[in-house]
């Protein structure tokens, strides 16, 4: 099993509806100027941070697999960033803005603490139907993967959000942003779309662009 590259760096979640930026605050690594919602780029994640309830293994099993044992397709293909037309809609509000900073800081934490099957807790059901496994892996070796114990990130510079920036109200009713990470000395910037799941916003889409190197 593997996990998209696009996932990782995404290090997309909350996903309260409205989760307090500065309750959260203190327990991340801060630096910089104060962006809409109170967040201060750029962010090292603390694994502390994912707390949202893991999907089941079963669960999981249940979107990748069919009863007999066959790979479920993905929904829709992964979105190419050469190719999709990315939605645009009017600036979100501050509160909105923070929920999906939330959400972000969330996901990124989970990653960090090898949190993967939590992570997935955080996206829709089709986005995590992507994240199946690769062509030859059966459903007892994706259950082997799933129930292993998390392995924390460990790396001489960890992981940085650098931005979360122009959320977005989209005509669909769903949300759009521009996340912005740092990770082994590349710059990646992803466009996500989250839908609204009863209490919760859920990261639906990630659509990746090429990562560049620091200057």
Do not use: K
């Amino acid at each position: 099993m593997s996990i998209p590259r696009s996932v990782t760096h995404l290090a997309a979640t909350s996903f309260a509806l409205i989760l307090s930026i500065a309750a959260t605050a203190p327990a991340l690594a801060q630096e910089g100027t104060p962006e809409p919602g109170g967040m201060v780029f750029p962010v090292t994640p603390d694994p502390a941070l994912c707390q949202v309830e893991a999907r089941t293994t079963d669960e999981l099993l249940a979107l990748w697999y069919t009863p007999e044992g066959s790979p479920v397709p993905a929904a829709t293909p992964a979105p190419d960033a050469t190719s999709v037309r990315v939605p645009l809609g009017p600036r979100a509000d501050e509160a909105t803005t923070a929920a999906v900073t939330a959400v972000v800081t969330e996901v990124f934490a989970c990653f960090a603490g090898g949190e993967f099957v939590r992570a997935t807790a955080l996206f829709t059901d089709d986005l995590t139907r992507s994240f199946g496994g690769e062509p030859g892996t059966t459903m007892e070796d994706a259950r082997t993967f799933l129930e292993a114990s998390p392995v924390p990130e460990v790396m001489a510079e960890p992981d940085q959000i650098i931005a979360v920036t122009d959320v977005m109200e989209l005509s669909d009713g769903r949300l759009g942003a521009i996340v912005v990470d740092r990770s082994a000395g590349q710059q990646d910037a992803v466009y996500v779309i989250f839908e609204n799941r009863g209490d919760r916003w859920l990261v639906a889409e990630i659509i990746d662009f090429a990562p560049v190197d620091d200057m």
